[in-house]
């Protein structure tokens, strides 16, 4: 079983910064993908971005160019530098991992492990 455990989230005002990590444990070193989704409060949940266990990332939309996901293979964690932040980016944000891939899947069905979520609130 593969806990994760998100860390970072908060209160910023537009045109911050955050960044929010999360650690994984009880998995052995093998290749998956790690992403970050999103859920606003009325929609549905969201791709954000996601990293291949090579490093090959995918970022929506909305978000290229203002945030930037990174992992550690050996610490097994991932994180998420989101900068330029807007108010449409408040959401409850998710950490998760794939089973075994060399991919960076861009469905959240793909994900077998989820974190519990972090809420970003950005004020305008």
């Known amino acids: 079983q593969v806990q994760l455990v998100e860390s970072g989230g908060g209160l910023v005002q537009a045109g911050g910064s955050l960044r929010l990590s999360c650690a994984a444990s009880g998995r052995a070193s093998s290749n998956y993908a790690m992403g970050w989704f999103r859920q606003a409060p009325g929609q549905e949940r969201e791709l954000v971005a996601t990293?291949?266990?090579?490093?090959?990332?995918f970022y929506a939309e909305s978000v290229r160019g203002r945030f930037t996901i990174s992992r550690d293979n050996a610490k097994q964690t991932v994180s998420l530098q989101m900068n330029s932040l807007k108010p449409e980016d408040t959401a409850v944000y998710y950490c998760?991992?794939?089973?075994?891939?060399?991919?960076?899947?861009?469905?959240?069905?793909?994900?077998?492990?989820w974190g519990q979520g972090t809420q970003v609130t950005v004020s305008s």
């Open positions: 998760a991992v794939t089973a075994t891939t060399w991919n960076a899947p861009i469905r959240a069905r793909e994900y077998v492990y």
């Open positions: 990293i291949s266990w090579g490093g090959g990332t």
